[in-house]
C-alpha cells in the first residue's frame, strides 16, 4: 500500500555485535538507559539508587511499623493521662517526627552521591622518558602499562597519593574511592551503607547523618513515653512492673525494640559526630589511621563542621536524564574522528572497541546489515554489480578498500588491476 514503508526485520542469524548496530540506529536513549554502574534507576533517571535498593524497604519497615504500633495502642491511654490537647501533640509529634526521617532517608539513598563520570578514553601517560601505551592499547583499554597505578598530590601543604582507578580510566580525585557494590566512584566516600542501598558521599553526607541522629532521637522519643505510660499503668492499677507490661504488651516490645535501635544509631551518630569534628570519612578513619599521622583535611572544629553542615551541596556531575543520539560504545571512535564514517568503517571501529572479543564479521553477513540499513544505496558505496561487470576498483573508496584488506580481498584487488590493463 503507497504511503506506507516496510521495514524487514533483521534476520535472526544476525550475531549479537550486528544485531547491536542495528539497533542503535533508533531512537535517542537517556544517560541513565546506558549507564554502566550497578545503579537502579527510577521515574525516568530522576531517583538513583544501589544496587541493594530492596534493603531500603526492610529499613522503611523498621521505622513505620514501630510508629504506627505506638499511634494506635499506646497513645489512647496517653491522651488520658494527660490532657486531651498535649496527648494528641505527643501523637501528632512522633507521626511527624517519623514522616521527617522517611524524607531524610529519601534524600540519602534516592539522589546522586557525588559519582565522578568514567573516562571515555584514559588519561595522556606524562612525558618522564619511559614510553608510551603498548601497541596492543586499542584492543585491551582495560590495562594501561604505561599509566602509574599511583601520583603525588599536594593537598593543604601535604603530599596525598591518589590512584589510577583502571573501571574509570582516570585518577581519581583525593578522598575519592570505588564503590565495588555500585561500580563507581564517589567523591568524599565515606561507606557504602546496606541500610539505605546507596553510597554515601560528598553529595548526601549531610542528609545521612541528619537521618541516623534523627532516627536516634525518634527512638529515644518513643522509649520515653513508652515508660511513661507503663508508669501510669502502675500508679492506676497498683501494680508492679511485670503486671503494667501484660497490661500493655505494646509498650514492652516498643520498650526493648527502641532500646536496641537507640544504641544502634545513637552509637552511628556518635561516631559520625566525631568524623564530622575531626573532618574524617569512614573509609579514612578505617584505612589511614589519621590518629597517628597528620589529617591533611582537618581545618580545626569551627571549619569542620560549617563544612559538612553550612556549606553549599555541589551540583551532580552527572545529567542522568540527557538524551544519546547514538550508541557511545560502538559509535565513539567516529565522533572522536570529527567526521561521519561509512558503515563499513564504523563497523570496523565498533570491533577494535570491543578489545578483540569478537573477529570481524564476514563479508556477506555484514551486507545483510547493510541491506537492512538501506545503506547499499548510498551515493559514496558503489553496487555490488557495478564492481563486478563495469566498475574499476581504483574508483573504490578508501574505507572500502580498508574492508576489502581486512576480509582478505587484496587478490581480487590486483586481479582488478591487472584486468583493467589489459583492456
Not at 544485531?19 to 527510577?42: A, H, T
Not at 493521662?81 to 534516592?110: D, H, K, M, R, W
Not at 578522598?175 to 557504602?192: L, Q
Amino acid at each position: 500500500m503507497e504511503g506506507k514503508m516496510y521495514v524487514t526485520p533483521p534476520p535472526r542469524h544476525l550475531s549479537d555485535s550486528n544485531r547491536r548496530i542495528i539497533d542503535s540506529i533508533g531512537p535517542p536513549k537517556r544517560v541513565y538507559q546506558l549507564w554502566k554502574g550497578s545503579n537502579r534507576f527510577f521515574l525516568g533517571g530522576r531517583l538513583i539508587f544501589g544496587p541493594d535498593v530492596r534493603s531500603l524497604l526492610f529499613t522503611i519497615l523498621l521505622i513505620i511499623v514501630p510508629v504506627i504500633m505506638f499511634a494506635a495502642f499506646v497513645s489512647p491511654k496517653l491522651v488520658q493521662e494527660f490532657q486531651e490537647n498535649l496527648g494528641n501533640l505527643i501523637v501528632i509529634l512522633a507521626v511527624v517526627f517519623a514522616l521527617y526521617t522517611l524524607c531524610l532517608l529519601l534524600l540519602t539513598s534516592g539522589r546522586d552521591p557525588g559519582i565522578i563520570p568514567r573516562s571515555a578514553h584514559p588519561p595522556e601517560p606524562e612525558d618522564d622518558g619511559e614510553g608510551s601505551l603498548s601497541s596492543d592499547w586499542a584492543g585491551t583499554q582495560s590495562v594501561v602499562p604505561a599509566l602509574p597505578t599511583t601520583k603525588d598530590v599536594l593537598v593543604n601543604g601535604i603530599v596525598v597519593k591518589v590512584k589510577y582507578c583502571h573501571t574509570c580510566m582516570l585518577y581519581r580525585p583525593p578522598r575519592c574511592s570505588h564503590c565495588s557494590i555500585c561500580n563507581n566512584c564517589v567523591e568524599r566516600f565515606d561507606h557504602h551503607c546496606p541500610w539505605v542501598g546507596q553510597c554515601i558521599g560528598k553529595r548526601n553526607y549531610r542528609f545521612f547523618f541528619m537521618f541516623v541522629s534523627s532516627t536516634t532521637l525518634l527512638c529515644l522519643y518513643v522509649f520515653a513515653f513508652c515508660w511513661v505510660n507503663i508508669k501510669y499503668i502502675m500508679d492506676m492499677n497498683d501494680c508492679n512492673l511485670w503486671k503494667a507490661f501484660l497490661k500493655s504488651p505494646v509498650s514492652g516490645i516498643l520498650i526493648i525494640y527502641t532500646f536496641i535501635a537507640a544504641w544502634f544509631v545513637g552509637g552511628l551518630t556518635a561516631f559520625h559526630l566525631y568524623l564530622i569534628c575531626t573532618n574524617q570519612t569512614t573509609y579514612e578513619n578505617f584505612r589511614y589511621r589519621y590518629d597517628g599521622k597528620m589529617n591533611p583535611y582537618n581545618r580545626g572544629l569551627p571549619r569542620n563542621i560549617r563544612e559538612v553542615f553550612f556549606s553549599r551541596i555541589p551540583p551532580s556531575k552527572n545529567n542522568f536524564r540527557a538524551t544519546v543520539k547514538e550508541d557511545s560504545s560502538a559509535f565513539t571512535p567516529s565522533h572522536s574522528l570529527g567526521r561521519a564514517l561509512s558503515p563499513e568503517l564504523a563497523k570496523r571501529s565498533f570491533d577494535l572497541e570491543m578489545g578483540g572479543k569478537r573477529q570481524a564479521v564476514a563479508a556477506e553477513e555484514f551486507e545483510e546489515i547493510q541491506n537492512q540499513m538501506g545503506l547499499e544505496r548510498c551515493g559514496t558505496q558503489p553496487r555490488r554489480e557495478d564492481w563486478s561487470h563495469k566498475g574499476n576498483w581504483g574508483e573504490i573508496t578508501p574505507d572500502i578498500q580498508a574492508l576489502a584488506a581486512e576480509f582478505g580481498m587484496d587478490h581480487v584487488s590486483r586481479d582488478r588491476e591487472k584486468l583493467n590493463g589489459s583492456h
